[in-house]
């Protein structure tokens, strides 16, 4: 499996406090399956946080040399989970948007209780910039929650909907897992990634995830939601299907 949304760089965000946290983190990924990890600390998308590009760099760096020493198998990939603010747009038009892997994909979040009209409107403008749009967890957004078929326009549009483990296992309560699967019953989801923050809870394990998806999914799309699609974000390919 490919996992491309995972805060895993040591001491940056709320995600691994340290280290040795990161470094349990990429043995729980690896154990359970996982072969590629995107680090994607919280990068809030305005001007100010250009700062914090050379910090992710610099851990990034440091948890790749000590999988190797310690010799864990995991590929690990530098991205980002972009917070998009009202600034955010004018960033993605300077092209200074941290992208996933080695391609032109960025990883969009917002808070939780935004309006749709915000969204789509951000989104499009940063696809209008060049950039391919992955939404992280529009299943935990309010808007989408009351009516997940908003998503129809951001998939014809060629967006990425990235779902998370948390949502499908029922982590985050009723409202992110019936939206996660409705998402799934209908095809609309391109991927699942965890979204793991630690070792202890919100993991990188997707032993769980992997039985769900084999048992509510067909074969062909679970391999696409787990591996194939994740894969293609790191190569700045299109997904399945917008070829």
Excluded at 124 to 151: K, S
């Amino acid at each position: 499996m490919t996992d491309i949304h995972c805060h895993i760089l040591p001491d940056l965000d709320d995600g691994a406090a340290s280290l040795e946290e990161a470094l349990e983190m990429a043995r729980m990924a690896y154990f359970s399956g996982v072969t590629d990890i995107a680090a994607t600390p919280h990068f809030r998308g305005e001007r100010e946080q250009l700062r914090i590009l050379e910090p992710m760099e610099r851990r990034f760096r440091l948890l790749s040399e000590a999988l190797r020493r310690e010799n864990i198998p995991v590929r690990l990939h530098p991205g980002a989970e972009v917070l998009c603010l009202p600034e955010t747009p004018l960033l993605a038009a300077r092209h200074e948007l941290p992208t996933l892997g080695t391609g032109d994909h960025v990883l969009c979040e917002f808070y939780f209780d935004e309006s749709f009209t915000f969204m789509d409107q951000t989104l499009t403008e940063i696809a209008e910039a060049g950039y391919r749009v992955v939404v992280a967890h529009p299943e935990r957004y309010g808007a989408v929650q009351r009516d997940p078929y908003l998503l129809k326009r951001w998939a014809r549009q060629g967006f990425v909907l990235q779902i998370n483990k948390g949502s499908v296992l029922g982590a985050f309560g009723p409202g992110p897992e019936r939206a996660a699967n409705d998402l799934l019953a209908v095809g609309l989801a391109h991927l699942i990634a965890t979204d793991a923050h630690s070792c202890r809870s919100r993991t990188t394990h997707v032993g769980s995830l992997r039985e769900w998806v084999e048992e509510h999914c067909h074969e062909d799309y679970a391999q696409i939601l787990l591996d194939r699609n994740p894969r293609r974000v790191l190569e700045g390919r299109p997904m399945v299907g917008q070829d």
